[in-house]
């Protein structure tokens, strides 16, 4: 019989560092998700994508791998652990 996982920690984006970048590049939301969308072939739809700029879902470590590498940036400067919001 397999146990439920309840994590205590949880990873969020750094909604300071992603609108810093998206202002750099003068793109607006829908903008970064065409980019990854073209650039690295992702395939998540745009409400999906919505919620995990909000911290509404949790990340998958593919997007939080390729919006690290396109903002060229370290994983802990775009990401941090906090308790988990309930």
């Not at 397999?2 to 970048?21: F, P, T």
């Not at 750099?24 to 829908?30: A, S």
């Amino acid at each position: 019989m397999s146990r439920k996982v309840e994590n205590k920690q949880e990873a969020y984006i750094k909604l300071d560092v992603v609108e810093k970048h998206l202002n750099q590049k003068n793109w607006k939301i829908n903008d970064l998700h065409d980019e990854l969308q073209q650039r690295y072939q992702i395939d998540i739809g745009y409400k999906q994508f919505a919620k995990l700029m909000k911290n509404s879902t949790n990340w998958r470590l593919t997007y939080a791998f390729v919006l690290c590498d396109l903002f060229n940036l370290r994983i802990d400067e775009l990401f941090q652990l906090e308790e988990k919001k309930c």
